[in-house]
């Protein structure tokens, strides 16, 4: 019994021996947050730094954390709405800590990069968007524009199909022309980009990592983009690359991302059985006897499941006083595609030194890319679903093994027939090099005798070398007739830039004023060669001969100037000029003015002491911009080309090329928009709730566009001319919320939303009400057949059909449509003009959740009022298909409810709405935190894009991109038509991220 309790006594001793050890080596850390003028900031979290201790600021602006042990530690306090703080402690005991924060309310005093300098947030006057690298779109980006897809208000990215490297079609708040280009004027680094054809790629953005990356700002509206004067109509994307940052120690950073892409879905075909069948009943015994005995799905033989890895590696900080950035990306995509692949080397440099006490300030930028791109024929994919299915895909024969449809009578590959799908893709190597690099060195000097004038030269080079070559072998099926081919070409691109400007910026706190003046100059200078090549045979015999050679260059020259005012920080204004001259146009100067109205209402008295509500600022902005991105570089000088192969002239024996005289506009000048804007911003709760509204108008005339010529004219039948106005109406609303922020879990989520509807409002010199108006949106399917149309009072690109008519049962009955005009007679002008392919609504939502080390995030996109002219479908959708002699071909399952003998092309039962909800990507990451006793920090993420995609459109995807490359620069304007298009895989992710 003694023995016992005194066993209890020592342990009891021990215990408290214990607990004095522990309490002497714990202590805890408490105090008050307040902003800067002394109130307490409920809601703060406070964390140590590198632990999950943690504390939530009470309504007193209290804060307690216990438990912590003695030494030096760091506190990191954020809430929304003010900079995030980090506070070392050093604890020893019980010890007090109180923490002042810095307004940042709705990140108003964020920095945004505008044209030709930088501006905070809070004293924007126009509407511009900032994307920054936390909020990008996660998982697997092989281009920059697929990290802000759904992101922005009234920025519209569709893909062009899930070819690797696969460029997009953005349009930011609608097209503003007809023939000219539609896309965005790019600026990288302060370098604006050519926006023509960089040949050996499919995307003209692809040269940049996306990894490389800090910063997206989108200019929509005329007063922020009229800095850029004639190549503004389109908006203006700002891409700012990551840079080291000064004072920083070595940084590495090494990524790896690999990734396995599946086909999502087949195009509706009849199998080889169903397909017996219907040949059975419907051909004649001719076509029966071609039938075959396999059951082929020709799809499945031309896809696969394609692998790619995305590697990269960056070192960062700071040598003294000068600050830098390397990194080395490594992408290897297969496409699902069979032979279709990219590989991408890339690099880049950013240095950034600082001398004289930061007065001058130097930023040097390099990037440079070699990527081996091999395009799979996109004629394969039609041919996929057009092959007779009863046929083997290999067969014992001279044409390489692979089954062809053959002349009876000759033994040799019918010329007419659908080509054998994989043998196009595993008998043609075509691949594209392209070498591109883009650089600029930037000094920035604050002069000593002014300190407020700044003086800022830019100088910058973009340079890119395309060789590319298309080999077919003389055994091919589809070459058999000219004994092969190998194809060569080569483009070489200079452009050079030259920009000054002086900055003057002038605090006048005696009478509340804040001015920022601008002014400079610009010179930028676009050679582009392109040698013509023969067209050879595998003899090296000429099958087509060379074009001319062809060089060109232009230059834009170009004064521009801004004035900003802020006056007590309520009443904002911005004017800006821009006058360009272009060699493009014989008229070669414009002028580009815009102007633009803000008034913070927040910070009048009766609101700016408000607890709820943290900003509301109201935006007026008007401006004229232009638009100079043409097909040709010189379109109002005379000129002739050579004929192509089928049009030559004889002498004797021989043929010759003939030179034709091309058709031309002596007075053609730039497009010109103008620009309404009217916009509202607002904030709550210290920034938490944030988002903005607005409406605009974009009227633009003269468009550069091609009209047919009265016939009688010798020269051409089409000319490009300034006809015609497009005016685009539209509203725009995004709103960011922070719902929860704890010390645990954080919610942040994101959902904007567009409405937009354009109109042409003019399309002739001469007004004329009974103008049918301009054929446009060519189909496969027969010679010269349009589904489109320019039409005064309609949407560019509207569809022109007949209105098809159905039977009791709801069946369509074959050429049978509503008598529109009501004549009896069913003619052309019975045909309808209705239906846009462009959405009048679509909309963006993403969402990211963080609780402890685990991360989860989503990003989806929603499109509504968009229609699709379901081409795949009617060019496959009769039995007319089987109904040659010599060959077969497979029909689109929908014939099994139209019973089309012959094909109806102009029937709107094939136009159908493509409305959809897609979610891009979903991701799910998990942060190990610093591992290796602190020295390597570690990431895991797994991501699935493409995950689902919700519609009623009946083909393989609703949202119908340009991906064909053999297309001509014209025909790849044309939307809404669903034909040869790469599908879009669905993609599976697996990340880690090691941070050194």
Known sequence: MKKTRLTKYVFLLCFMVMSLATYAQTGSISGKVTDESGQPLLGATIVIKGTTRNAIVNESGEFRITGVSNGTVTLQIRIIGYKTKEQQVTVNGDVTANVQLSSDTQGLNEVVVVGYGTQKKGDLTGSITAITAKDFNKGPSSTPEQLIMGKV?????????????????????????????????????????????????????????????????????????????????????????KKGKKGDKLHVNFSTLNSVSKKVGEVDVLSGDQFRQIVKEHGAASQQALLGTA??????????????????????????ALPYRVSIGYLGQEGIIKTSSLKRTSASLSLNPRFFNDDLKVDINVKGTNSDTRFADMGAINAAVAFDPTQPIHANNDFGGYFEWLEPTTGKPNTLATRNPLAMLELKDDRGNLKRSIGNIQLDYRLPFLRDLRANLNLGYDISKTEGRTIIPAYAGS??????????????????????????TKDLKNIKSKIDVTGGYSYQDFIRDEPGYADLNEKGEVINAAGNPFKTQSTLISVFGRVNYNYDEKYLF????????????????????????????????????????????????????????????YP?????????????????????????????????????????????????????????????????????????????????????????????????????????????????????ITYNTSKITNLSKINDPNSQGILVGVISGGVGNNVQIHTVGYAPYSFYLYKQLYDKDGKPEEGKYEDVTGDGNISSDDKVRFKSPDPKVFLGFNSQFSYDKWSLSFALRGSFGNYVYNNVSSDNGAYRNFSFSNYLTNVSSSIL??????????????????????????????????????????????????????????????????????????????????????????TYSLGVNLDF
């Open 153 to 241: 208000p009234g920025v519209q990215i569709t893909t062009n199909g899930g070819a690797p490297g696969s460029g997009s079609r953005i349009r930011i708040r609608s097209g503003s022309s007809l023939n000219a280009s539609n896309e965005p004027l790019y600026v990288i680094d302060g370098v604006p980009l050519d926006n023509s054809e960089v040949k050996g790629t499919s995307n003209p953005l692809s040269f940049i990592n996306p990894n490389d990356i800090e910063s997206f700002n989108i200019l929509k509206d005329a007063s922020a983009t009229a800095i850029y004067g004639s190549r503004a109509s389109n908006g203006v994307v700002i891409i700012t690359t």
């Open 295 to 320: 059951n082929t799905n020709w799809q499945d033989a031309i896809y696969q499941t394609a692998l790619s890895t995305d590697n990269n590696i960056s070192l960062s900080g700071s040598l003294k």
């Open 897 to 986: 409810k139209t019973n089309f003998e012959t094909n109806q092309f102009f029937s709107d039962y094939y136009l159908e709405n493509a409305s959809f909800v897609r979610m891009d990507n979903i991701s799910l990451g998990y942060n190990f935190g610093r591992i290796i006793n602190g020295k390597v920090g570690l990431r895991l993420a797994a991501s699935v894009q493409n995950v689902f995609v919700i519609t009623d459109y009946s083909g393989l995807d609703p949202e119908v991109g340009i991906s064909d490359a053999s297309l001509k620069p014209e025909e790849k304007r044309i939307s809404g038509i669903d034909n040869k298009m790469y599908p879009r895989p669905r």
């Open 574 to 633: 911005t004017a800006t000029i821009r006058r360009d001259g272009s060699s493009r146009f014989a008229q070669h100067w414009g002028t580009f003015p815009s102007a633009a109205l803000a008034w913070r209402i927040s910070q009048e008295p009766f609101l700016k002491n408000s607890t709820v509500l943290s900003d509301l600022k109201l935006r007026l902005g008007f401006g004229i911009t232009g638009q100079q991105d043409l097909l040709v570089d």
């Open 479 to 504: 070459m058999y007739q000219r004994g092969g081919q190998n194809k060569e070409y080569s483009q070489k691109k200079q452009n050079k830039l030259l920009e000054f400007y002086l900055n003057y």
């Open 636 to 752: 109002y000088l005379p000129r002739y080309t050579l004929s192509d192969s089928t049009a030559r002239y004889q002498m004797g024996n021989k043929y010759y090329l003939t030179l034709r005289p091309e058709g031309y506009d002596s007075n053609i000048k730039w497009e010109e928009t103008k620009t309404y804007n009217a916009g509202l911003d607002f904030g709550f709760l210290n920034g938490r709730i944030s988002g903005s509204v607005d409406y605009y108008i974009k009227k633009t005339k003269d468009l550069l566009s091609v009209i047919p010529v009265p016939a009688g004219s010798n020269l051409t039948n089409e000319l490009l001319t300034n006809v015609g106005n497009i005016e685009n109406r539209g509203v725009e609303f995004a709103i960011n919320a922070n719902p929860v922020s704890s010390a645990r879990f954080n919610w942040d989520a994101g959902f904007n």
